[in-house]
């Protein structure tokens, strides 16, 4: 692996981070999901690159695949799942907020940084290297997922964590078998069109899709 | 590294694939033909056919041993054709009640004929998803068909659209997915380990040139090769993955939700066999674990998930008002125990968790599926304003009360058997080899499990017993009223005589069952 | 103490000394600009402070020698700064403080002054905006030190001399994912410690949120000349450090004429660039509420660390 190709891996992981950073950090839930789609670009960019180093157009194929999925038609459904209720705009109240949370990010990317040891010790390499900023990835995404109210935030959160599991599949191996891609790929679409539905249908029953609304079923 | 195990013929291959293509084939019917007098009992066809080829696999496997099948997408061991055989036996309870069920809401004008065809065809789909999830011989497939369930049960769960049902169709969808996804991670993190294993030509140093590929059987081989460190990493994720769509603390949030507000042949086949079937990769994933890194990790791991589980289930349970939430929490009692079970370990131990997951499987359908009947007469799930079934529904209350012995463990009922083997194992295994922390954990699981069996008594005998009749006027109005009939039709009642006489006898023998539990057990304790 | 360093110092002072106000005045004019005004100039901050230090200075009554002392505490504590850290050259005049921690403190210490002078005039607005400052400064200085540690990682020193030396001989480093998170924290550090918008508005005194302004509220004459030079010549040092530890082109690294000259004209554009940016920026910012800054502020820390955490990683 060339010094220039390391550069540009190290870059595209940074951006993943730290767009996941900026999901944590706005309000706004278009600009979440606008910087949802950079996330998707970044991990698309990261793909390439390795591709790019071990020639292989599998991988090439795999970019393109995850820049239409992760940059094109995921935000596309979450823009639409958004356009459909007009009056939310903003993640109004965090459950922790917003400079407890982005602190407990630093903590979280602490946290991968250490757990993830055992894996870049095995095959050290400048691919393996990046492993836990997937994996700090990962931990923000369920971070999100646990913490925010708003529908669409926490869908946000979910991919979040898919994005994050890709990196570090593709950054550990040269992904885990097509069949499976492929399936993974049309599960995360299909959860996110159900999750789609259910927003809606929860706009018909609630009037919103605030989730604090949803504690009906408690013990 | 894969173990060259024997490919099958063509009719061998097709009967391989049947538990997954029948279904598929049946909610193609539903599909395009909708919900018509004739397609009524195609579901039950296709779950009887399933039940069918389940047996006739399973004995294929015992005589002739485990083998690939479609080139080596499928694994056909005694542990994965037994859990079709679970999958099937309680799908059969499932598809005799579902017409009476369905009939009743459509009756309600809570459902049209086209809910009625979406039910079905999604319940096949499931029962589809679910067969491939414990055939399947690669464990990247096993996730994706496990996810799959999600996706198809989301609809199911949200059958009714009511802010309750829509809010539990949310909470089962984000939860089990978020969960999965560790699980995901947990692969990917399991076939880093794999392609780099440690080879003891090279002076235990990574061996670049071998990789065990992500399959059961070749995973197993390789296992004593994988990285300890690393394979650590992927077993907690992967047991918290799978845990949380087996119901297992601490992402169990979902369950009761789901179960409650799921209709009732839903319920039942999720709380009967979606668990045992998640749980089912948890078995798979410990033996890798044991060979990798001895069995100690993955049993603290699982005990301190089984202890959280029975703690969560108990505490919810001694002050239940809802008579389905109380089902399902008793799901996470028994998915706990299952747990425990499995950290134990050995033959005895696994084959009681095996035996275990049957019985529950059948005495909790048999449950789910009277208490959605009690709900479609009574129009409320509240255990306080249900009194005095026994007088007016004497069939339903004597087999929601025989039920409730039989999930407390009675016996003749197979739970008996099987949680006294879980039980003794436990003991042996951790005052015998020097582990006391099996041992006492053991105890306090046997402490929990009395004080559930109490608040279960007491929850159904209030139901039950007492002489109020006023109470019993079936409900013409309110959200779970239904114009059903007083008298249960048989179909549905045969549905629950039978799983409760099948569980009695299992309890007194396993009978023909007892090879292929043996074998099974033998399987996934790590013995090839 | 090399010539090369000597030079440096001596010409980085008469640049920043006599440069920052010339800077205040570009800004000022690039926002006049944009907003349509024409601007008073270039020089017009030149022109305040000839003004200011041709009056009568007043000192309010009751007040310390805090009060008297701080402007010329915070003057000369930027000097200090000016002196050492490496603007025009790569050497530095006292090599051994030109350093991450001392710099940082030094700068540190002048807002402490002031805050201190703020308090000292015992008014409400005083005290008022001393408290904000430094409940700001509680905030930013963690943010700037862990940002330059992880410029100092790869480097392995927390020299400021090495780190700018290390990045001109390496330009890739510019964009290592280490470097530019830590690139972002220290703007957003900057833009906060300078009381810039959106987290202070420099151009008012008749906001009840204002920071800065409300510390210096009581000063007049010459006092006052001389912390609105040492504002100036912080922002000067704050962009200057930004422009050389990230983008060191143009620096002397020898002695000469020609370098020495390039090295001068190369750190008034680039602190120039910086500084128009920042105004264009401003014009299209409100300003943050003031229980968002904590917010703002802590989303710069957490770049900060994994700016060191991924120099450790990816190195």
Not at chain 2, 154 to 172: C, D, I, M, P, S
């Amino acid at each position: 692996m060339s010094a220039v190709h390391v550069q540009l891996l190290n870059l595209s992981a940074g951006a993943l981070l730290l767009s996941a950073v900026l999901v944590l950090w706005r309000r706004e839930l278009v600009v979440i999901i606008r910087v949802f789609a950079v996330q998707g670009i970044a991990l698309a960019a990261l793909i390439a690159v390795l591709g790019a180093v071990q020639g292989s157009l599998e991988l090439a194929v795999f970019a393109v695949g995850v820049l239409v999925l992760r940059a094109g038609v995921l935000p596309g459904l979450l823009r639409y799942a958004l356009a459909s209720g007009p009056q939310e705009r903003r993640e109004t109240r965090p459950l922790v907020n917003v400079a407890a949370s982005l602190l407990a990010a630093a903590v979280l990317t602490l946290l991968a940084l250490a757990v993830s040891q055992p894996i870049t010790a095995l095959a050290p390499s400048s691919a393996t290297q990046a492993v836990p900023i997937g994996i700090a990835v990962v931990l923000i995404g369920f971070f999100v997922l646990v913490t925010r109210r708003r529908a669409v935030s926490q869908l946000v959160g979910f991919l979040l964590m898919d994005n994050g599991i890709t990196a570090v599949g593709f950054l550990t191996t040269a992904g885990i078998g097509l069949v499976v891609e492929v399936g993974v790929a049309l599960d995360v679409l299909l959860v996110v069109l159900v999750l789609q539905i259910l927003t809606g249908r929860m706009r018909e029953v609630f009037g919103g899709t605030d989730l604090d609304e949803l504690r009906e079923l408690s013990d | 590294m894969t173990p060259d195990l024997p490919a099958l013929g063509l009719p061998a291959t097709l009967l391989a694939v049947a538990p997954i293509l029948v279904p598929a084939l049946a909610a193609v019917v539903y599909a395009l033909l909708g919900w018509r007098p004739a397609t009524v009992w195609v579901a039950t066809l296709s779950a009887v056919a399933v039940l069918g080829s389940a047996i006739a696999l399973a004995s294929q496997v015992l005589r002739d041993g485990p083998a690939f099948a479609v080139g080596g997408v499928l694994l056909l061991d005694p542990a994965s054709t037994y859990m079709v055989v679970v999958i099937s036996a309680v799908a059969v309870l499932a598809a005799l009640a579902t017409p009476t069920y369905l009939h009743a809401e459509i009756a309600a004008g809570r459902a049209s004929t086209r809910t009625a065809a979406r039910h079905s065809g999604l319940v096949q789909a499931f029962l589809a998803a679910m067969a491939l999830a414990v055939l399947a011989a690669d464990l990247g497939v096993v996730w994706v068909a496990v996810e799959a369930t999600t996706i198809v049960t989301a609809f199911l769960v949200g059958q009714r659209r009511t802010r309750t049902a829509v809010e539990a169709a949310w909470k089962y969808v984000v939860i089990c997915s978020a969960g999965i996804s560790l699980a995901l991670l947990g692969i990917v993190v399991l076939n880093f380990a794999a392609q780099h294993l440690n080879s003891p030509r090279l002076g235990g140093g990574p061996d670049a040139g071998s990789t065990a590929g992500l399959t059961w059987t070749g995973l197993e081989a390789a296992a004593a090769q994988l990285d300890p460190g690393v394979t650590r990493i992927a077993v907690v994720l992967l047991v918290v993955g799978f845990g949380t769509k087996a119901g297992l603390a601490p992402l169990h949030a979902w369950l009761p939700d789901a179960h409650s507000q799921a209709p009732a042949p839903v319920s039942a086949l999720m709380s009967g066999v979606l668990l045992a079937v998640a749980f089912y990769a948890i078995l798979r994933v410990k033996v890798i674990s044991d060979i990798a890194m001895g069995p100690e990790f993955a049993a603290t791991l699982l005990v301190l998930v089984a202890l959280a589980s029975l703690l969560v289930a108990a505490s919810l349970l001694i002050a239940q008002r809802d008579y389905k939430r109380m089902l399902a929490y008793s799901s996470i009692e028994h998915m706990g125990l299952l747990a425990l079970g499995a950290a134990v370990g050995g033959p005895a131990a696994i084959a009681a968790v095996l035996l275990h997951v049957l019985g529950h499987g059948m005495v909790k359908s048999v449950l789910f599926l009277g208490a959605g009947r009690l709900l479609q007469i009574t129009g409320t799930s509240h255990i306080d304003k249900v009194r005095g079934l026994a007088g007016s529904q004497p069939l339903l209350a004597g087999c929601l009360g025989v039920g409730v012995l039989a999930l407390i463990g009675l016996p003749p009922f197979s739970i008996f058997a099987s949680e006294l083997g879980i039980a003794r194992a436990g003991l042996a295994t951790g005052f015998n080899t020097g582990s006391p922390l099996l041992g006492w954990a053991t105890a306090a699981a046997l402490v929990i499990v009395a004080v559930i069996a109490a608040a279960l008594i007491g929850h159904t005998s209030r139901m039950l017993l007492g002489d109020d009749h006023k109470t019993l006027v079936p409900a013409r109005e309110g959200p779970g009223a239904a114009f059903a009939p007083i008298v249960l039709p048989r179909s549905a009642a045969a549905a629950l005589l039978l799983g409760l006489v099948a569980t009695a006898a299992l309890g007194v023998t396993t009978g023909p069952l007892s090879a292929l539990l043996g074998a099974a057990a033998h399987t996934l304790t790590g013995a090839q | 103490m090399s010539l090369l360093g000597t030079l440096g110092g001596t010409l980085q002072v008469a640049v920043i000394v006599g440069g920052s106000p010339l800077l205040l005045g570009v800004m000022r004019q690039v926002r006049a600009r944009m907003e349509g005004r024409r601007g008073a100039g270039v020089g017009q901050p030149w022109r305040d402070l000839r003004k200011l230090a041709g009056k009568e200075a007043i000192t309010p009554r009751g007040t310390t020698e805090m009060f008297r002392a701080a402007p010329v505490l915070l003057v000369a504590m930027t000097l200090v700064v000016v002196v050492v850290a490496p603007f025009v050259t790569t050497d530095s005049a006292i090599p051994q403080i030109a350093d991450l921690f001392v710099v940082v403190a030094l700068l540190a210490h002048a807002t402490v002054v002031l805050a201190l002078a703020g308090i000292d005039t015992g008014t409400a607005f005083g005290g008022m905006g001393a408290s904000r400052e430094t409940t700001i400064l509680a905030l930013v200085e963690p943010t700037v030190l862990v940002a330059i540690f992880a410029l100092s990682v790869p480097v392995g020193s927390t020299n400021l001399s090495a780190i700018v030396g290390s990045s001109l001989a390496h330009p890739a480093q510019a964009i290592a994912p280490g470097s530019l998170l830590a690139a972002v924290a220290l703007i957003v550090v900057i833009v906060a410690e300078t009381g810039r918008l959106p987290v202070d508005n420099p151009a008012t005194h008749l906001e009840l949120t204002m920071v800065h302004e409300a510390m210096v509220l009581e000063y007049a004459g010459p006092d006052l000349a001389l912390i609105e030079l040492g504002s100036a010549m912080r922002l000067s040092v704050y962009l200057g450090l930004l422009a050389n530890l990230f983008l060191p082109w143009g620096i002397a690294t020898e002695v000469g004429v020609l370098a020495l000259l390039g090295g001068v004209v190369a750190f008034a554009v680039k602190v120039a660039v910086l500084g128009a940016v920042l105004a264009l920026v401003e014009v299209f910012l409100a300003k943050v509420r003031l229980f968002r800054v904590p917010e703002l502020l802590a989303g710069s820390f957490l770049l900060a660390l994994l700016a060191v955490t991924s120099s450790y990683v990816l190195a």
